[in-house]
């Protein structure tokens, strides 16, 4: 069954903290993203990435960098985690012409 | 830029009637792709339906169907005998190609569906 695992599902940090957060999908899919969810904004493409290796930037990039590191796993960096990246944060994978697949989300305040 | 807007913030319906859900869409592509998720009360995101600029038919999977006006650019997402467990945030969104030879997901910013008793 296609699945999109991310972990931690709930983190909490300091300011100025390093986070990592973790994404891998069973699908065989090429493309994977990192998406970020606030009350206002709906959801926003921070990076993604389209195999292994391959890094893009989306459209609210900064403070945030990614790895993909093979085709399955896909990591979102925070290296001097703020309060203004508190948020709901999501990894979808998908192929060339198919319906994005969403992981159950990460919760990550930031104090 | 691409962009999607849905306009209903939220709506409320009785159980087993028929809801419309709108969705406006702008873009520069001659062939593109529309999306329509639903966003549980847990948070899981759960794709539910597409819709391929070339096809001249609605889509329909389940009780949930499109309404798709290419002249109009509007994507409504309609789902036909409710029940309490369709009530989530629905979100419409479309795929943008991008330089890389790539491509993104466009999100509206949702609409809050309550199916009462």
């Known amino acids: 069954e296609a699945a999109v695992t991310q972990s931690p599902r709930n983190k909490v940090t300091v300011t100025g903290g390093n986070v990592t957060l973790s994404c891998r999908q069973t699908n065989s899919h090429n493309y994977m993203y990192w998406y970020r969810q606030d009350t206002g904004h709906g959801l926003r493409l921070i990076h993604y990435s389209y195999g292994a290796g391959n890094l893009q930037i989306g459209d609210v990039p900064d403070g945030y960098k990614a790895t993909r590191t093979t085709q399955e796993d896909f990591f979102l960096l925070l290296e001097l985690a703020s309060p203004s990246q508190t948020s709901l944060y999501f990894c979808a994978s998908s192929g060339q012409n198919q319906a994005p697949l969403f992981g159950e989300g990460t919760r990550l305040s930031v104090l | 830029a691409q962009k999607v807007t849905q306009t209903q913030t939220s709506i409320s319906v009785v159980e087993k009637t028929t809801v419309t859900m709108d969705c406006v869409y702008e873009?520069?592509?001659?062939?593109?792709?529309l999306f329509w998720y639903k966003q549980t009360a847990s948070g899981e995101i759960v794709f539910l339906i597409r819709?391929?600029?070339?096809?001249?038919e609605n889509a329909t999977v389940g009780h949930y169907s499109l309404n798709f006006q290419k002249p109009k650019s509007s994507i409504g997402l309609i789902i036909t005998a409710t029940q309490i467990e369709d009530s989530a945030v629905y979100f419409c969104a479309m795929r943008e190609g991008l330089s890389s030879g790539s491509w993104q997901l466009i999100f509206g910013s949702g609409t809050q569906l309550t199916v009462m008793p």
């Open positions: 873009t520069r592509d001659s062939s593109y792709f």
């Open positions: 819709q391929d600029s070339y096809k001249k």
